[in-house]
């Protein structure tokens, strides 16, 4: 069974860039037609996609995020990670990774997801 972990800072301060990494075993982020997200939550608000790598190593970020957002993988690894870039305190949040196959959604299984406050 696939497990997931995200792993990263809890605590920035505006502007700064927040960098999460996700670590995956019991299988390959390269396995066929996988798919690997980020996800996150602001309090009182409904999870929201951030974007994903494709087994063939191809990123999407969402429209909203795109201009700041980048996701990444290491093979070696087995890892990926997000980098957010400018961080305001409306990027608040607990953060998940989560993976999907055979289509980027919906999602088979999740990290237990990490709090990230951005904060002066």
Known sequence: QVQLQESGPGLLKPSQTLSLTCTVSGDSITANNSYWSWIRQ???????????????NY????????????????TSSNQFTLQLRS??????????????????????????????????
Not at 42 to 56: N, S, T, V
Not at 59 to 74: T, W
């Open 87 to 120: 961080v305001t305190p409306d990027d608040t949040g607990v953060y998940y990774c989560a993976t999907a196959n055979p289509n980027p959604t919906p999602f088979t299984s999740w990290g237990q997801g990490t709090q990230v406050t951005v904060s002066s």
């Open 59 to 74: 990123d999407y970020k969402s429209p909203s995020l795109r201009s700041r957002a980048s996701i990444s993988r290491d």
């Open 42 to 56: 602001a309090p009182g608000k409904g999870l929201e996609w951030i974007g994903y790598m494709a087994y063939y």
